[in-house]
């Protein structure tokens, strides 16, 4: 059995068909005439933009509009002139090919994204090399750069290397029963279109390329993240039973979609959803979930040059309340730091970035970039059920400054005779053990508290949550970590508040019933979670 990382939940039986990856043979030409080889290249950026449009549109129509995004970046990078540009000068300063310029920026490209510290910029570096791929075979006049899955027979299960984004969405799902690459993480986009299309994924298998051949019969787990090759017959048995029992499971949730989330006892239960980005909120609704339960912001701040301003924070607040319709919508302020690094902000190296200057701490020293987003807040909390929450709280001087900042804000937009609710609701996140500790004073002053188990769990326990060697060790039921959830809902009830939590343990399905018990009242978790999340509640 190889274990890799489970990318799309699921099980698959079928027949290896592995990717070759057609490495194209490209040779360094000397040219003269340096303008008839960017015309060639511009031909063929052209025709690889309408055939990218096309696999945009079939997308759109099979998967979703928002999962046809990628290719939106796709055709960003052909259309950026400074990409362009590069491809050209190198054509231009060393005289050569259009084919061999462009792999050597191609390259460039990829290396840098390779080597950035982000996981989310470093999977970009297979969107490049994707587009790259199209462009040279365009050039080179390649009929058509499709992916020969047509001749699949059903029950294929495709092995790669890698897959981009474009292979992906040319799988048909008819006949592609898994996939399977060595490389890859969960974040990938060819992963998060594989749990769009319901196609079992593993990810991050490390060398199954060379473990496989075409015709091999494998078991894929998309579950745990396991594959068995050339399985015995016992063992076919037992995944057939698996799959059969899984599919019609998640068949079964539908009927959960607009059933509120009730206890047997007759308990009301909040199920909302976690999300990173304004778009995703559309996916809690379609799910039966009942607002946001954490908007991780930093999102808004990554992946670009400069930080948003206070219009653009404040339209994006804005719109994903509005859309919420009165359903509450929990928004954290900028948890920045740890593993999430802002290429405009640069911060010294530190040798524990889990423990240093991050979230909180950064907002508290840097005033200027934190009131810019509570004004934002504040500013969006006039079109719906806006609450603010801040993360990584270890003190309560920390808690008491954010909110003296918060109502200095305050006091600016009365003054400029902006409107904002009066009576937002202010709360924290509860992921660090002292927090937990010390719950019964910050309840006091809190207006609720959500826990964020992700991070409480990683310090109560001293194990890195990144680090799979202590795995181990970094788990939601551990006595410790229940003893502090216990004791931050008590002391939230004690003094008349509310306890939510929005790690990834209030979606766990074995953990759910525990919370129950102890009193938990809101649960927030990835949206996919909330059908099966919301069964659990009832049969508890
Ligand atoms: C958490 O720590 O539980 C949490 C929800 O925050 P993040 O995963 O963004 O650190
Ligand atoms: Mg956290």
Redesign the pocket.
């Known amino acids: 059995m190889k274990k890799g990382i489970a990318a799309s939940k699921g099980y698959a039986i079928g027949k290896v068909v592995l990717k070759n990856e057609d490495e194209i043979c490209i040779t360094e030409t000397k040219i003269e005439n340096i303008e008839a080889e960017k015309k060639r290249l511009r031909r063929s950026v052209e025709l690889s933009k309408e055939q990218i449009l096309k696999i945009k549109q079939k997308t759109e129509d099979q998967i979703g509009k928002d999962k046809a995004e990628v290719f939106e970046s796709h055709i960003m990078l052909l259309e950026d002139p400074e990409f362009i540009g590069a491809v050209e000068e190198n054509m231009t300063i060393n005289k050569i090919n259009a084919e061999k310029s462009l792999k050597d920026i191609i390259e460039r490209y990829v290396l840098i994204f390779e080597s950035m510290n982000d996981e989310y910029m470093k999977e970009r570096a297979a969107d490049v090399k994707d587009v790259g791929k199209r462009i040279l075979m365009n050039i080179l006049g390649y009929a058509s750069y499709q992916p020969n899955f047509e001749v699949l027979e059903s029950n294929s299960v495709i092995v790669a290397s890698e897959l981009t984004p474009s292979d992906t969405a040319c799988l048909d799902k008819e006949k592609v029963s898994a996939f399977l690459t060595d490389l890859g993480g969960r974040n990938s986009h060819s992963a998060i279109m594989a749990r769009s299309l319901g196609i079992p994924a593993v990810v991050g298998l490390e060398d199954i390329t060379s473990l496989v051949k075409d015709g091999d019969l494998v078991i894929v787990d998309g579950i745990k993240g396991e594959v068995i090759i050339n399985p015995s017959d016992e063992l076919i048995k037992v995944y057939e039973e698996n799959k059969r029992n899984y599919l019609y499971d998640l068949k079964k949730l539908n009927k959960f979609i607009k059933k509120e989330a009730v206890t047997k006892d007759g308990i009301k239960i909040e199920i909302l959803g ?1 999300i990173g980005k304004p778009e995703e909120a559309e996916i809690i609704l379609k799910n039966g979930g009942m607002g946001i339960g ?1 908007f ?1 912001t ?1 999102f808004l701040y990554m992946d670009r040059d400069e930080m948003p301003s206070e219009e653009e924070q404040f339209e994006s607040y804005r719109d994903v309340t509005v859309n919420m319709k009165g359903k509450p919508v929990i928004i ?1 302020t900028l ?1 920045i730091g ?1 593993d999430k690094k802002l290429t405009y902000l640069p911060m010294i190296e530190e040798s524990n970035p889990f423990l240093g200057y991050r979230a909180i701490r950064i907002c508290l020293e840097r005033k200027d970039i934190f009131k810019m987003q509570l004004r934002a807040l504040l500013r969006a909390s006039v079109f719906g059920n806006l609450k603010i929450m801040f ?1 990584m709280i270890a003190t309560l001087d920390e808690f008491l400054q954010g909110k003296y900042i918060l109502e200095e804000c305050m006091n600016e937009l009365r003054l400029e005779g902006k409107a904002f609710n009066e009576k937002i609701e202010v709360g924290m ?1 509860v ?1 660090i053990p002292s927090a937990a500790l010390m719950a019964d004073e910050f309840a006091k002053y809190v207006d609720f508290f ?7 769990i990683q310090y109560t326990l001293a194990a890195d949550r990144m680090n799979s060697k202590v795995s181990y060790l970094y788990d939601c039921m551990n006595p410790a970590v229940l003893k502090l959830i216990e004791m931050v809902i008590n002391a939230a009830h004690k003094n008349g508040k509310w306890c939510g ?5 209030a979606g766990n399905e074995e953990a759910i019933p525990i919370l129950l018990k102890l009193g938990l009242d809101e649960f927030s978790m990835s949206p996919t979670a909330i059908l099966k999340a919301k069964q659990t509640i009832f049969d508890n």
């Open positions: 976690n954490l991780r930093e954290r948890d740890g993360p996140m992921e959500s826990i964020g188990t992700n991070d409480l939590m929005c790690g990834e343990m």
